[in-house]
């Protein structure tokens, strides 16, 4: 055991002790096994923790979400008085359509409800009707005027009290004066729901209609198709002007000072925090160059400034993870710059270029505070028709939704925030499709 | 007994080594002297290419120094030295690759068929399809084989139709001694071969440009000795049609491929010789301590 | 990254090369007491001596085997170049050369124990050369061994142009045994082993030479075998 080590400078003995298998390296040895595995446990708590919060995340917003998705309907047997929707009896359009709905529907209420002498009374239960009520039954009307003259059943909305009440979302046992409902409106309710005429259906009108103050008629599809243009403005600047500024940055200019300048102030640019892109945007798009507020345009324009950075800077790590050997090979055949570029390089670094893309958009996706700057945070009931209406995107909607006092909208903020979410986890599986797909070529 | 009567003769302990004038002016360590002079044969009666008094430098860095030297026709000519000596650098002086590198400057002149190749209305895309390279790791471009080997005829318009391009392949791949292994899988990507393969592709690829002169960085330093050898026999028909310069780090390789062999220093161009020569007899007193191995 | 004045960066190497060295060295010392002591034994008359140089000729096979073994080794194992290589092909002939000369020794001594065995004993005169050309051939080799030991090529190329008056002597011996023959025939039987003997000490002249030739080529790479040796100067062997 003892034999002594022969080194090149002499002989070198370890003590027995401290040799692999003694007392001390044993003792060594212990140690660092338990050191490894209190790492391995530290990394399975961190892991844990996000787990726990991820999906405390999620089942919040489902749980607060869920109910967002379906929507509840009354059946009223409507009358189509003649005397009140064309008293003149011609069937004249123009005079069915500016006819007074509200007393149809206050007449209905009242042949259809007992107990609805009085205008206290009465208001109270055209409460439990949504206003579009009164838009649905014009549309009817002026869609087919022989319904004037005739008594119709049909599903209205609820209005966004009744829909709380029976989603649970208000508490019967409270005593009245601490409660939005009252207790004459739960007796017509349960009277309406004994015969059948109370239904919860999907809710189609928010994934149809545009904003709105009341928050059964209020829907998403505005911002999304505000998120939409905004977007495809964003895609459309960013991503080749993105692109080519990493090409050249990476396989044409020379290495000097101007360019480590360039690559430092790009590398800051990512770092910017993004409402400081929303007032570069409102000073120069909108002050200087006039471009209308609240378009998404301008916030496609504002969108584009931010991702640029990210895109540039993920499109030039893709370039640079191309092996030099590829390029050394292209020259060596004589191919010029661009066609090395073209033929071998670009091929190879799209995939990477394509991920990095993605994911700026989705973080472009998800931004607020820059849109906020340049007027996107505006109430907006109709919903854009192109690059220059009004619009507002779908994490401002969030935000303006979240910030409303109306019950109903704590439901239609999670709704919100699930579409986003959902958008997000496409786009980032698109990414990564798209990545398997070109990199599985060879 | 008998160790008694070697006793009696004091052994000669010095190793053994060609004694020459100007040899005990060097000390290894350091560059060559100033107008230092490449000893043997430097120049050849037919040259291909020809340099003259060529410098490189990388910045502040002298890394070629005053090389003169002529590359034959439809010779194998081999550059060997020890690592950072200057051998690879200069190669790709030959071709102009040292172009794409930032802060590298080449002076002295450089003759391809009498014509300068650093002249400035040379077109540097044509000079690299007449100078081909093959790299020291195989590089075959992620495409199918077919592919790799039309690259070159394609983008420099060599072809007029397809079937031309089809028989020039075939041939480049025939050249190489890769047809008989890929002929039925001309459509599968290049990388999918085996490392001898991939190299063997690399130098179809090169030759189906017909180039004039090929220059070989290592070719065989990541290679099996079976893969090695049949590249090596590969250069060795190939001589017939082209002039081949090849960088090796292994000294037998140099000795069993080429006819003449440059030994370079520290970016000094010692000693040119016959291949023949240097192995047996090399003139300079570092050359033989390179190929006997008393580097240390 | 120095040329190491030690030697081979592979230590071992230079070790092999030399253990080939002293090995033929001691070969050269061995075969070269061998002449001294046949001839010795020649003059002396010495029955038991020549029979000892007779007996000890395969020591000097022994050695031959096994150089030849050392250099199989190193040109299978190290691939020698350059002087490696030259040093290693020069000990390998020269080991021959080495083998050849201890069977000429050996042949002197039988001939000694012959001629002195019975009662006949040779005249004088017949071995009266002998004397002077085995000086001459045991100084070739001397001469030669020693070169090869120092690395010395001034000697080397001497011993190599001092061949032809071993061989001026050998003639001018050859041409008086046949005088003596012719005068009385009854010294033919003596004469023929004298002629062995002094054809044997030629000989050795002759390995001599080679081997004073393959320090020529060890120390400068140039082959002189075969050359005209007259007019070849240190000079010549340099460009």
Not at chain 1, 319 to 340: D, N
């Given at each position: 055991m003892n034999k002594p080590t022969t080194t090149a400078r002499g002989v070198y003995t370890i003590p027995e002790e401290r040799r692999i298998g003694g007392k001390a390296h044993l003792a060594l040895v212990t140690r660092r096994n338990a050191a490894e595995r209190r790492f391995r446990a530290y990394g399975i708590a961190a892991l844990g923790l996000s787990l726990l919060f991820l999906v405390t995340l999620f089942v919040t917003i489902i749980g607060n979400g869920a109910s967002a998705f379906r929507q509840t309907y009354v059946k009223l047997d409507v009358n189509f008085a003649a005397d009140v929707l064309d008293p003149d009896g011609k069937r004249d359009p123009a005079t069915l359509g500016s006819a007074n709905y509200l007393t149809l529907v206050r007449n209905t209420l009242r042949s259809q409800l007992p107990d609805t002498e009085g205008r206290a009374a009465l208001r109270?239960?055209?409460?439990?009707?949504?206003?579009?009520?009164?838009?649905?039954?014009?549309?009817?009307?002026?869609?087919?005027?022989?319904?004037?003259?005739?008594?119709?059943?049909?599903?209205?909305?609820?209005?966004?009290?009744?829909?709380?009440?029976?989603?649970?979302?208000?508490?019967?046992?409270?005593?009245?004066?601490?409660?939005?409902?009252?207790?004459r409106q739960l007796g017509w309710l349960d009277k309406l729901a004994a015969e059948g005429r109370i239904e919860r259906r999907f809710n189609s009108v928010l994934f149809t209609a545009g904003d709105s103050r009341e928050p059964e008629q209020a829907g998403i599809w505005g911002a999304v198709m505000g998120s939409f243009y905004t977007m495809v403005v964003t895609l459309a600047l960013s991503f080749p002007i993105g692109v080519a500024a990493a090409i050249y940055l990476e396989e044409f200019a020379p290495r000097n000072r101007w360019t480590d300048l360039i690559e430092v102030n790009i590398n800051n640019l990512a770092a910017v925090p993004s409402i400081v892109y929303g007032?570069?945007?409102?000073?120069?798009?909108?002050?200087?160059?006039?471009?209308?507020?609240?378009?998404?345009?301008?916030?496609?324009?504002?969108?584009?400034?931010?991702?640029?950075?990210?895109?540039?800077?993920?499109?030039?790590?893709?370039?640079?993870?191309?092996?030099?050997?590829?390029?050394?090979?292209?020259?060596?055949?004589?191919?010029?710059?661009?066609?090395?570029?073209?033929?071998?390089?670009?091929?190879?670094?799209?995939?990477?270029?394509?991920?990095?893309?993605?994911?700026?958009?989705?973080?472009?996706?998800?931004?607020?505070?820059?849109?906020?700057?340049?007027?996107?945070?505006?109430?907006?009931?109709?919903?854009?028709?192109?690059?220059?209406?009004?619009?507002?995107?779908?994490?401002?909607?969030?935000?303006?939704?979240?910030?409303?006092?109306?019950?109903?909208?704590?439901?239609?903020?999670?709704?919100?925030?699930?579409?986003?979410?959902?958008?997000?986890?496409?786009?980032?599986?698109?990414a990564v499709i798209l990545r398997k797909r070109f990199e599985r070529r060879w | 007994m008998n160790t008694a009567i070697a006793q009696q003769r004091a052994i000669h302990q010095e190793p053994v080594m060609a004694a020459h004038p100007q040899d005990l002016a060097f000390n290894a360590t350091e560059p060559a002297p100033e107008g230092h002079r490449t000893v043997g044969l430097v120049t050849v009666d037919n040259p291909k290419m020809s340099a003259r008094d060529v410098n490189v430098h990388y910045g502040d860095k002298h890394a070629i120094k005053h090389v003169t030297i002529d590359i034959g026709t439809n010779e194998v000519i081999a550059f060997i030295g020890p690592s950072g000596c200057g051998k690879s650098t200069f190669l790709r002086c030959l071709n102009r690759m040292n172009d794409t590198i930032d802060g590298c400057r080449v002076s002295g002149e450089i003759t391809l068929d009498g014509h300068d190749i650093y002249a400035r209305d040379l077109d540097v895309v044509q000079l690299r399809a007449r100078?081909?390279?093959?790299?020291?790791?195989?590089?075959?471009?992620?495409?199918?084989?077919?592919?790799?080997?039309?690259?070159?005829?394609?983008?420099?318009?060599?072809v007029s139709s397809k079937s031309e391009l089809e028989d020039l392949v075939q041939w480049a791949l025939e050249k190489a001694g890769l047809w008989n292994e890929v002929k039925d899988r001309l459509h599968q990507p290049g990388t999918g071969l085996s490392g001898g393969q991939q190299q063997r592709l690399c130098i179809a690829r090169a030759i189906s440009v017909s180039p004039e002169v090929i220059l070989m960085d290592e070719p065989c330093s990541a290679l099996d000795p079976i893969a090695t050898a049949k590249i090596e026999e590969l250069i060795d028909e190939l001589r017939a049609n082209f002039s081949i310069v090849i960088v090796t780090h292994s000294m037998q390789q140099a000795a069993r491929v080429s006819q003449r062999t440059a030994y370079f220093h520290l970016g000094d161009l010692i000693e040119v010789g016959e291949t023949e020569q240097i192995f047996t007899n090399p003139v300079h007193k570092l050359t033989e301590g390179y190929i006997t191995g008393r580097f240390g | 990254?120095?040329?190491?004045?030690?030697?081979?960066?592979?230590?071992?190497?230079?070790?092999?090369?030399?253990?080939?060295?002293?090995?033929?060295?001691?070969?050269?010392?061995?075969?070269?007491?061998?002449?001294?002591?046949?001839?010795?034994?020649?003059?002396?008359?010495?029955?038991?001596?020549?029979?000892?140089?007779?007996?000890?000729?395969?020591?000097?096979?022994?050695?031959?085997?096994?150089?030849?073994?050392?250099?199989?080794?190193?040109?299978?194992?190290?691939?020698?170049?350059?002087?490696?290589?030259?040093?290693?092909?020069?000990?390998?002939?020269?080991?021959?050369?080495?083998?050849?000369?201890?069977?000429?020794?050996?042949?002197?001594?039988?001939?000694?124990?012959?001629?002195?065995?019975?009662?006949?004993?040779?005249?004088?005169?017949?071995?009266?050369?002998?004397?002077?050309?085995?000086?001459?051939?045991?100084?070739?080799?001397?001469?030669?061994?020693?070169?090869?030991?120092?690395?010395?090529?001034?000697?080397?190329?001497?011993?190599?142009?001092?061949?032809?008056?071993?061989?001026?002597?050998?003639?001018?011996?050859?041409?008086?045994?046949?005088?003596?023959?012719m005068e009385d025939p009854r010294t033919i039987g003596h004469a023929i082993d004298a002629i062995f003997i002094i054809k044997a000490l030629e000989r050795i002249g002759d390995h001599s030479k080679n081997i004073a030739e393959y320090v020529v080529y060890l120390v400068k790479g140039k082959d002189v075998r075969h050359v005209k040796k007259e007019q070849l100067t240190m000079d010549d062997l340099d460009s």
């Open positions: 109270e239960a055209q409460g439990l009707i949504s206003s579009a009520a009164n838009y649905q039954l014009r549309e009817m009307v002026l869609a087919d005027p022989l319904l004037v003259g005739q008594t119709r059943p049909v599903w209205v909305l609820a209005s966004a009290l009744v829909d709380a009440t029976l989603k649970g979302g208000i508490d019967r046992n409270l005593p009245e004066s601490d409660r939005k409902i009252s207790d007032l570069l945007g409102l000073a120069v798009f909108i002050n200087w160059f006039g471009l209308p507020r609240s378009a998404p345009l301008v916030g496609g324009l504002v969108l584009t400034l931010m991702t640029l950075p990210v895109i540039i800077i993920a499109s030039r790590a893709a370039l640079t993870s191309v092996p030099p050997s590829i390029r050394e090979a292209a020259l060596g055949m004589g191919a010029s710059k661009m066609q090395t570029v073209t033929h071998h390089v670009l091929p190879l670094a799209l995939p990477g270029m394509l991920t990095g893309a993605i994911i700026g958009m989705s973080r472009a996706l998800g931004e607020t505070a820059p849109l906020l700057m340049i007027g996107m945070v505006a109430f907006i009931v109709d919903v854009p028709t192109g690059f220059t209406s009004h619009a507002t995107v779908l994490p401002v909607q969030i935000y303006l939704w979240a910030d409303s006092p109306e019950r109903a909208f704590v439901e239609r903020t999670s709704a919100a925030i699930l579409v986003l979410l959902g958008f997000m986890v496409a786009m980032n599986a698109l | 100078v081909g390279m093959v790299f020291q790791k195989p590089n075959p471009f992620p495409k199918s084989i077919f592919d790799n080997v039309a690259y070159g005829p394609r983008i420099h318009g060599m | 990254m120095t040329v190491s004045t030690e030697g081979h960066t592979v230590k071992r190497y230079d070790q092999q090369l030399g253990n080939l060295r002293s090995l033929v060295l001691e070969m050269g010392g061995l075969v070269e007491d061998q002449i001294t002591r046949a001839v010795q034994a020649l003059q002396d008359e010495d029955l038991v001596a020549a029979r000892e140089v007779v007996a000890r000729d395969h020591v000097v096979n022994g050695f031959d085997v096994r150089a030849d073994e050392e250099v199989v080794n190193l040109l299978a194992l190290r691939q020698p170049v350059g002087s490696d290589l030259r040093l290693i092909l020069s000990m390998a002939k020269t080991v021959t050369d080495l083998e050849r000369i201890g069977d000429e020794a050996e042949k002197i001594a039988r001939m000694t124990a012959r001629m002195y065995d019975g009662t006949n004993i040779p005249h004088a005169k017949l071995l009266r050369d002998v004397a002077s050309m085995a000086k001459l051939a045991v100084a070739m080799l001397h001469g030669a061994l020693d070169a090869l030991a120092r690395m010395d090529v001034a000697t080397a190329l001497a011993i190599a142009k001092g061949d032809d008056e071993l061989d001026g002597e050998f003639q001018s011996s050859l041409r008086r045994l046949a005088t003596f023959m």
